[in-house]
């Protein structure tokens, strides 16, 4: 896996610890990459979600995916693995709540990488120094096809607050 540094859409790297002053609604991150191959895909299905279009290729050609196809629970996975990489909050990603969808599977040959776009900041009315913050997270394939759209909200702290 290749990693990259975080860099808000301003194009300055983005602080190792952000805090809610760090970031403005716009603000893009680009993850590094992570190449997925047909054993993971196996891997994780035989352990959590095991299908047979994610287990063996013969039974995924015939099925609605057409060949071999990651679980939806995989491709989230490797997405919140490469959104924690490229938006390094400071207390963590304390996560509120998602929505989730798999536009497209994920195959054995995709490389994978994140692009988070901060959509809103809703400060607390009635905790001053945290805010809820939503982003807008595509994961996308070598070929810039999104393979999953995942919108979290997440509960971030101004410096010194918690």
């Keep these: 896996m290749t990693q990259t540094t975080p860099t808000p859409a301003s194009g300055v790297a ?3 610890n952000l805090h809610l002053e760090d970031i403005a609604v716009g603000d893009r991150f680009v993850s590094g990459e992570h190449a997925l191959d047909a054993e993971q895909i196996k891997a994780f299905a035989a352990q959590y979600d095991p299908q047979p279009f994610h287990l063996d290729e013969t039974a995924a ?3 609605l995916f057409g060949g071999l196809a990651a679980s939806g629970w995989h ?3 490797l997405t919140m693995k490469l959104f924690v990489a ?3 909050v400071a207390d963590g990603l304390v996560g509120a709540g998602v929505e989730v969808s798999w536009p497209k599977p ?3 040959d ?3 990488h994140t692009q988070s776009t901060v959509t809103e900041i809703k400060p607390s009315r009635s905790r001053p120094g945290r805010a809820m913050v939503t982003f807008e997270t595509l994961t996308l394939n070598q070929d810039g096809e999104t393979r999953q759209r995942l919108v979290s909200r997440v ?3 101004a410096r010194g607050q918690r």
């Design 14 to 16: 983005a602080p190792r």
């Design 61 to 63: 050609e015939s099925s």
């Design 75 to 77: 491709t989230a996975a």
């Design 86 to 88: 490229s938006v390094p």
């Design 106 to 108: 994920t195959r054995a």
């Design 110 to 112: 995709d490389i994978l």
């Design 155 to 157: 509960v971030m702290f």
